[in-house]
């Protein structure tokens, strides 16, 4: 049975010598899975029990209180029961938010939180900066990888870049119950299809149901549950940075009969006018990419979440040709 590396983070950031046995790792895993899981992350277990509790605590609001704070087109921020991916509704429903805003600032992003739930947005925003804090480490490991400085890609996430955290729910049943069913687009066979994830990198919290699967050479990979443990895969971000040495992995949620699932991504994604191109050190045999901004590349991609036909943009359409 093949399973993704599972890297131990502790020596990420300590000594030299112990700090290279955890970028090779990660180098490996970036170039022949595009996922791995990480251990020893630093993020502490008790928070991560109070995220999973909050989550619960929202998906089990009546559907009128969810929808209060439903997504809308000017904003993305909120609730959502029909996500489409691949023009085939998947069968989940979601809470979204963004970055919060820093201290002083209004708050920008249009993040909407429920009513009456006590802890639910203190808990995921501390999250959400540990989160940050994790992803900004691995990014160093990265960069470290491609035999680059550690910070050599930090600067594309400075006070504005654009990450955000996503409460997954795949019910046992259609959230769309009775007649709103007949509007909707038709149920797909997955949970949640095929996809790469846009950004640079996605941390996500999985709990023991298991279904997600990663893409490699033709055949689907299931991802087990690891208690304690955080999966990682690289967006299509960091696919073009190494200029395809590390690859951004097809993956998956299939359906698990009798049993709910939550997951946790948090995408962790550059300022909207960060140009993006195959980094200088990476491009000997020629870029693989014309330069675009990731703000482009996110409102392209957004637009197809939103209409119910017509074909997603992919990173592969902003690949020259050969
Ligand atoms: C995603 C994703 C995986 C999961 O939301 O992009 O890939 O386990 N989720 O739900
Ligand atoms: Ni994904």
Request: hydrophobic letters at 40%; proline letters at 6%.
């Amino acid at each position: 049975m093949q399973e993704i590396p599972v890297i131990d983070l502790s020596s990420l950031g300590n000594r030299q010598e112990a700090r290279a046995t955890a970028v090779g790792q990660i180098a490996d895993a970036c170039r022949n899975w595009g996922f791995f899981q990480v251990v020893n992350h630093g993020i502490p277990e008790h928070q991560i029990e109070k995220v999973w509790e909050v989550t619960a605590d929202f998906f089990r609001l009546e559907m009128a209180e969810k929808r209060k704070i439903s997504r809308s087109r000017d904003n993305a921020w909120g609730y959502f029961d029909r996500e489409l991916t691949k023009n085939a509704r998947d069968q989940k429903e979601i809470f979204d938010f963004a970055k919060p805003p820093s201290q002083g600032l209004p708050d920008s992003a249009g993040n909407r939180w429920p009513a009456g739930l006590a802890d639910f947005r203190t808990v995921l925003e501390q999250y959400f900066k540990n989160c940050e804090r994790l992803s900004a480490r691995i990014l160093q490991g990265f960069s470290l990888g491609l035999d680059l400085p550690a910070d050599r890609l930090a600067g594309y996430f400075g006070a504005d870049h654009t990450s955000f955290m996503r409460l997954n729910h795949y019910p046992l049943v259609d959230p769309l119950a009775g007649g709103e069913v007949d509007e909707a687009p038709p149920l797909g066979d997955m949970a949640l299809h095929h996809h790469t994830d846009a950004g640079a990198l996605t941390v996500l919290l999985q709990d023991d149901v298991g279904g997600l699967q990663v893409e490699r050479s033709g055949e689907w990979i299931d991802i087990a549950p690891r208690k304690g443990a955080l999966v990682i895969n690289i967006g299509d971000m960091s696919q073009v940075w190494s200029n395809d040495r590390y690859r951004a992995a097809l993956h998956r949620v299939r359906p698990v009969l009798g049993r709910a699932r939550y997951s946790i991504p948090f995408f962790y994604n550059p300022g909207y006018d960060s140009l993006i191109q195959p980094l200088e050190t990476m491009v000997g045999d020629g870029a693989k990419y014309a330069p675009f901004t990731w703000g482009e590349f996110r409102k392209k991609r957004a637009d197809g979440d939103f209409a119910d036909y017509g074909t997603e943009v992919q990173i592969r359409d902003y690949r020259k040709p050969e």
